[in-house]
């Protein structure tokens, strides 16, 4: 398996001393890190694994309790709470229960982005004015400005206008607001970060309700930048994302009230 494994949610033993809430990162079938959940850099694309507050430990079937060290080869051991054998897994694989049907894949930030991108592209190919719409899927050109999507449109009689949209599914769950990520949480997911981006407009599609909320890139970054100081910094986690994320929660009222141009869309 190419992808990182991330187990998280679990209860483990490293040279350092237990830890009742730890993660683990598997690479190439090794333990690359264990620790303390918030201290691990988990990769956006790991597979995700909740041990769902079991014992995790190295060893087998028959004899586990050796504690998890970076370096070692990922034979690891998964047990209840309640001190039943969970699953079994041989460098980087899982090899118990034999017969069980692998777990569905979990759903990644990729998935989320890709359902927004795709809801944003059936909106705009509706409106009137459009003419074409172009995602920049294969346009690296674009990708390295931060843009999703290119929208030509033409009113009437007007001469042809073009704008670059960056599209950004929900990152709080939360109502009516959005969520913007701080410097550090934003080089860890870079498709999501403001700072990043130069397209003309940030397209916040926020799948609880069904909303987009459109903002002006450079009138965003504006506010940020003489409000973010205003807003207490939360973290947040992430569907799809193993690591948790810091930055702002704004409710949408306020930038309403302080961005003229802002839009907000019910698809």
Known sequence: MNRPIAIVNCRIVTPEGELPSGAILVEQG???AAGEAQTIPLPVNALLIDAQQGDVSVGDADAAGAPVEPGRP???VCHTRFGDLAWVMKVGVIVHPPNAAPPPAPRTWAHYREEAIARICDFLEQRPETQHVQRTDALPGY???GVDIVWRFKHDREEMQSLTIRAVP???DRPARIFI??????RKLPTASLSRTRAHWWFYYHAPDNALYCLPVIALKRWMNNHAKDIPATRVQVTGVPARLSGRAIAIQQLQRDIEKMR????
């Open 30 to 32: 090794k333990i690359s």
């Open 74 to 76: 990922a034979n690891l």
């Open 143 to 145: 990708q390295k400005r």
């Open 170 to 172: 929900s990152l709080d």
């Open 181 to 186: 990520l701080d410097g550090a949480s934003a």
């Open 264 to 267: 907000i869309v019910q698809l």
